[in-house]
């Protein structure tokens, strides 16, 4: 905030009773995140902040939430959702932590993956603040055993990775029964186009509040790398991507032959790689965009048309493993990674005959390029780093009404993976895919095919 460098949490209008509590707890100063989101969230505006755990979010707004409440009142006056269980229990503690001053709140967890009766119960006993899971608390709603009519804040925790999980139909059934009068704040690492329109449809005016400042030219590194002929194209290519290791990459080409070619090539090599061109069909090209998407495949390599419209957010790396054929499709490119304050890199090779494509760019950028020397050739005896992922298919969707907490409940059930082991999950008509961590892909199929979700078993199996 401008003006006021005051980082104190007695510049605000606090309950002294949440005041002194913040004192006992230690929390001297505020974090950025809560002085620059506490001010209009105390104010009653709907606000979107961007914030990763250890930011100090939940408290930013588990005191928004504390200070409007109404104890005497006893009625839910606030829903949190949250992707996860984990999660969920966290938010939950923090808020009663936050709370401790204040007697007789009740804050109550609502999540799938636990058995559903004593959560009737639990309701049934009433509740100021319910935190849970939008699959559990949707599923509540429709049974009748929640009711949501004068909730007067709804937050969104970790909405990013709520929508990654599939979670949207959910969040658009609850937030429908949350009366329009109310305060929606809204907390994401990252603001993929979904959130944007999530945050159209489900808030009014809101103020944003971001951490660091998101996509800006100067948070992509340029590399130009300089090849000596064709044949060391691949080898520098090989480099850089043993070298740098990306969790996700793109590599362009400008031609669809040039793009299978390559993605054979580095599947050879033992890369995670699939092409992306016009010659796949329909199905070929949503599963590869699938996994690459949910991180069971690390590298895309594509064409320019290929990768246009694609949202594909996140990517840390960035080849011209060919000079686009002009400078504003090499900006176009490069603009890929980076974004949403993510740090990305942009490596481009070029071989002497092409220069004049460099100093072209230099011209269009009005910045000289920097030619960086290649890796060192002992990265080649490293073994490329494999997709951190492995995608799941299930042979139901939601023609079976199967639903994501379904899946997510099915393979957390009994610890046999954790919530923070479950990727994406996507619905389609009779199929779903899931993203689980690479080392516990055969115990989640396993789990998956050997139990019931709805009452009965789907066949699954493990993509290549
Ligand atoms: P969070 O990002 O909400 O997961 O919070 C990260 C940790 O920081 C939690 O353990 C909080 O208890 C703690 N915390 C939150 N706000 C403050 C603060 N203003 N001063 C000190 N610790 C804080």
Known sequence: ????????????????????????????????????????????????????????????????????????????????????????????????????????????TICGGMPLGPQIGSLEHG????????????????????KLENVSTLVLDEADRMLDMGFQDALDAITDQIPAERQTLLLSATFPSQIQKIAERVMRDPVVVEAESTHSGSSIAQHFYRVESEKERFKALRLLLLDKAPASGVVFCNTKRETQDLANELQAFGFSAQAIHGDLDQKERDRTLLQFANQSVVLLVATDVAARGLDIEKVDLVVN???????????????????????????????????????????????????????NEKVLFRDPEPAPMRTLQIDGGKKQKVRPGDILGALTRDGALDGKEVGKIQLQDIRAFVAVSRP??????????????????FKARILK
């Open 440 to 457: 516990k892909a055969k115990l989640a199929l396993s789990v998956l095919t050997q139990g019931k979700m709805k009452g009965r078993q």
């Open 127 to 146: 509740a100021h603040i319910v935190v849970g899971t939008p699959g559990r608390i949707d599923e509540h709603l429709r049974k009748g055993t929640l």
């Open 1 to 108: 905030m401008t003006g006021n460098n005051s980082q104190a949490f007695s510049t605000l209008s606090l309950k002294p009773a949440l005041l002194e509590n913040l004192a006992t707890l230690g929390y001297d100063e505020m974090t950025p995140i809560q002085a620059q989101s506490l001010p209009a969230i105390l104010s009653g505006q709907d606000v979107i902040a961007q914030g990763q755990t250890g930011s100090g979010k939940t408290a930013a707004f588990g005191l928004g939430i504390l200070n409007k409440l109404d104890v005497k009142r006893f009625r839910i006056q606030t829903l949190v959702l949250c992707p996860t269980r984990e999660l969920a229990d966290q938010v939950a503690k923090e808020i009663r932590r936050l709370a401790r001053s204040i007697h007789n709140i009740k804050v109550l």
């Open 321 to 375: 493993y060919q000079l686009a054929r002009d400078s504003e499709v090499h900006v176009h490119r490069i603009g890929r990674t980076g974004r949403a304050g993510n740090k990305g890199t942009a490596a481009t090779l070029f071989a002497d005959n092409e220069k004049f494509k460099i100093e072209r760019i230099e011209e269009y950028l009005k910045q000289k390029v920097e030619i960086h020397p290649l890796p």
